[in-house]
């Protein structure tokens, strides 16, 4: 059963202040959660709907940060006017408002101008440089979702402001370690239409790592993983959302190795999330339909370098077949609690992004597979029972 605290805020002044723009919040009085409940509005310590899409939590000294993409109300509200944003919480149910931890700018030249698209960000802290480093999928202003790059901007404190460092194509000059002979060869270009099944099988084979060997691999919906060695992956959609590359980052997290694989070649997959438990490592991520959900897809490997095996839709029940109406974006490890992790997918609202909700579910284990079931409203003592 939920407990509601009513706490008295009249804060929504200075939320207006600090969102900068169309928020979306009830009225000037904050409750206290202490649970959550899965597609709702979910008002922060500014009584203000949390905006942080797609987003990505670390943990860090006792407190959660979660950092996510600013939208704005209406068409065009998918494009950073503002930048990716940051709250802090130490419960994981009440949520402060850190403001915005990367900045968009006015500056027309700069990659990160206002109208250009921030998506997905990721924070992870390097133990060694004491930075925390943000990754961050990038598409330049104007330019729809051709330029396809990843982004990196770093920091000396959780929330930021982060300081943007540079945008880049992956693994430019670099084969996968599982390239084949007919993917060194390929020329890149295809005589083949598109959707047909040779061009199919050109596109397995690798015709689009070939055609975008010098450049660098495309890098669209993204996340990070930092195994239990401190080793950082960056896992993102690649080849035209064909197909999905892991990719070994460097020490200080701030560039890439070189050491790379391609997952489910021509699978088509997006919104990666990752993590590990007993010694495997588990992705789920959906298919590409734009803003609607799809089913989601599990995949298990024993190793971040793979192989990857597909295991089916980890959702189950009602809804299951559209991942209960979102998209997966980040699957945290519950701190302090054993086997616990929680599924965080984005409900999206492609016609008012700044409405988008937030699907957080736990994960279950059934016959050693991660399972998702929907519940109304759910608190963590759920990692303490018994299933
Ligand atoms: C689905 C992706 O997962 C989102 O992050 C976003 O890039 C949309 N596609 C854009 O259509």
């Known amino acids: 059963m939920c407990l509601f605290k009513k706490l ?34 979910w008002l922060d310590s500014d009584s203000v709907h949390i905006n942080a899409h797609g987003g990505g939590l670390l943990y860090h000294e006792g407190t959660y940060y979660w950092y996510g993409e600013h939208k704005t109300s209406g068409r065009g509200g998918n494009t950073s006017l503002l930048g990716l944003r940051c709250y802090s919480s130490e419960d994981l149910y009440n949520w402060k408002n ?10 027309p030249e700069s990659e990160i101008t206002h109208g250009c698209v921030m998506e997905r960000p990721k924070v992870i802290y390097n133990a060694t440089t004491k930075q925390f480093v943000m990754w961050f999928h990038l598409e330049l202003k104007g330019q ?24 880049t194509r992956v693994n430019a000059n670099v084969w996968p370690l599982d390239a084949s002979q007919v993917m060194k060869s390929h020329s ?32 669209r919906d993204m996340t990070l993983f930092v195994d239990d ?22 020490p200080d997290y701030k560039d890439f190795t070189g050491k790379w694989i391609r997952v489910a070649p021509g699978g088509h997959n997006e919104a990666p999330a990752v993590f590990k438990h007993q010694d495997k490592y588990y992705m789920i991520t959906s298919g590409c339909t734009g803003w609607d959900p799809n089913e989601a897809r599990l995949m298990v490997a ?6 990857w095996k597909y295991m089916g839709n980890p959702c189950q029940g009602k809804d299951a077949e559209l991942t209960f109406h979102s998209q997966s974006t980040y699957i945290l490890p519950v701190a302090g609690k ?21 699907i957080w579910l736990p994960v279950i284990f059934e016959n050693n597979l991660p399972v998702i079931k929907w519940y109304d409203q759910w608190d963590l003592s759920f990692f303490d029972k018994e299933i």
Request: glycine fraction near 10%; charge should be negative; include cysteine.
């Open 8 to 41: 008295s805020a009249g804060l929504l002044l200075g939320a207006v202040l600090s969102a900068g723009c169309t928020m979306i919040g009830n009225n000037n009085s904050k409750e206290i959660s202490e649970s959550f409940k899965p597609g709702e509005l």
């Open 98 to 107: 850190e403001g915005i931890a990367l900045a968009s700018v006015d500056d």
């Open 144 to 167: 729809g979702y051709a330029a396809a790059r990843t982004a990196l901007a770093v920091s000396d404190t959780p929330t930021g402001p982060f300081t943007y460092v540079k945008s």
């Open 188 to 219: 890149g270009e295809t005589k083949y239409d598109w959707w047909t099944p040779e061009w199919r099988k050109e596109v397995e084979d690798g015709l689009f790592v070939a055609l975008n060997f010098k450049e660098g691999q495309m890098s």
């Open 229 to 250: 060695d401190g080793t950082a992956y960056h896992i993102h959609s690649a080849e035209e959302n064909l197909t999905l590359h892991i990719s070994e980052l460097t």
């Open 302 to 307: 024993d190793s971040m370098m793979g192989p």
């Open 338 to 358: 054993k086997d616990a992790f929680i599924f965080m997918g984005d409900r999206w609202m492609p016609r008012n992004p700044i409405d988008g909700r937030y």
